[in-house]
């Protein structure tokens, strides 16, 4: 009886000719003769490999001779080899060391992988947060985006360095500017609540929009609030309702209890009882704070057959989402 062999993968690293003598014997095994299509198949894959170890190894000489000559990008690209362990074993030490070659040439993505490394201890005995700080400022200042949110956040939690509130917001703006949807919602929170920068309503509002187009549910909701108050923006209680909305379409409870409150307002501008019944109806599904209190006070607006029907939309909205996020099934 015939015996399916493992499959076989040669590696890249010296243990390339035992795992080709490996392979022949597995072949021999299982009781291939040359002519055997078993065996040609396991030749042809060893001899691929084999092909893939020369060629990940001629880029590594061919890498290390510009590196060796100063260049920073092949500086980088030898660091990346021996962390990733294409054609040679991983070895953190000599990434870090050849990291720290291109950095030194002005190379910022190196600084921002020394950064990590020091940061997380790799090449080290342990991690060191303050000797990452000067790698990944090198890195920020020319402008490398994970760099500038990396200072920030080291910046703001006061890790590896004093804490700067203040140098952690123009980090962070200088990461929204380049359209990171993380560094605009900080950026728009520490204007918000004035924290490292004077508070300033209409920069917050500013941020939250630049975030809010890019379909944060989060931002939505603050830049909805920020119109229903006339914080930063005037006063607008129809932009109010389309953020509001925007976000309580995506499940966020938050905006579905504020859309609901502002179409709830008896003297407001967008009185609506039936959809207020609707949106705090589902916001009470999920559990939010207060919209079971506030469903007794807005049944008052509504006759019994409109709350079953604001009950029923409800549900088959919620429905209708429930299926929108169930994962895909397996194809067998």
């Not at 076989?8 to 490996?22: E, K």
Request: with cysteine; net charge negative; proline share 6%.
């Amino acid at each position: 009886m015939r015996t399916q062999p493992f499959p076989l993968r040669t590696p890249a690293g010296p243990w390339a000719l035992s795992a080709l003598a490996l392979g022949l014997a597995l072949v021999a095994s299982a009781g291939c003769t040359p002519t055997d299509p078993l065996a040609s198949s396991v030749n042809a894959d060893l001899a691929r490999q084999s092909q893939l170890t020369k060629k990940l190894r001629a880029d590594l000489a061919a890498q290390k001779a510009k590196a060796e000559q100063g260049d920073a990008e092949a500086q980088l690209a030898v660091a990346q080899i021996y962390f990733t362990g294409k054609g040679v074993d991983v070895d953190h030490v000599e990434a870090a060391r050849w990291f720290e070659m291109a950095a030194k040439g002005g190379n910022a993505e190196a600084a921002y992988r020394l950064g990590l490394f020091r940061d997380y201890g790799l090449a080290a005995p342990a991690p060191d947060p303050a000797a990452a700080v000067p790698w990944f400022q090198q890195a920020a200042k020319a402008g490398h985006l994970k760099a500038q949110l990396h200072l920030a956040a080291m910046l703001d939690q006061g890790r590896g360095v004093p804490r700067d509130a203040s140098g952690a917001v123009t980090w962070y703006e200088a990461a929204a500017k380049q359209g990171d949807l993380s560094a605009q919602m900080a950026t728009a929170n520490k204007y918000a609540l004035g924290e490292g920068v004077p508070t300033d309503p209409a920069g917050a509002a500013r941020w939250y929009r630049a975030a809010a187009d890019q379909g944060s549910a989060l931002a939505q909701y603050n830049l909805g609030f920020s119109y229903e108050q006339g914080a930063g923006v005037p006063r607008d209680f129809y932009e109010a309702e389309r953020w509001y909305r925007a976000a309580a379409e995506q499940g966020l409870a938050d905006a579905q209890f504020a859309l609901g409150s502002l179409y709830g307002e008896a003297e407001g501008e967008r009185f609506d009882p039936f959809e207020a019944y609707n949106w705090v109806f589902i916001a009470a599904q999920d559990g939010y704070p207060g919209a079971l209190r506030m469903l007794q006070g807005l049944q008052r607006n509504l006759d019994a057959r409109d709350r079953e029907n604001a009950e029923s939309i409800a549900r088959e909205w919620m429905a209708r989402r429930a299926r929108s996020q169930a994962p895909a099934p397996e194809q067998p």
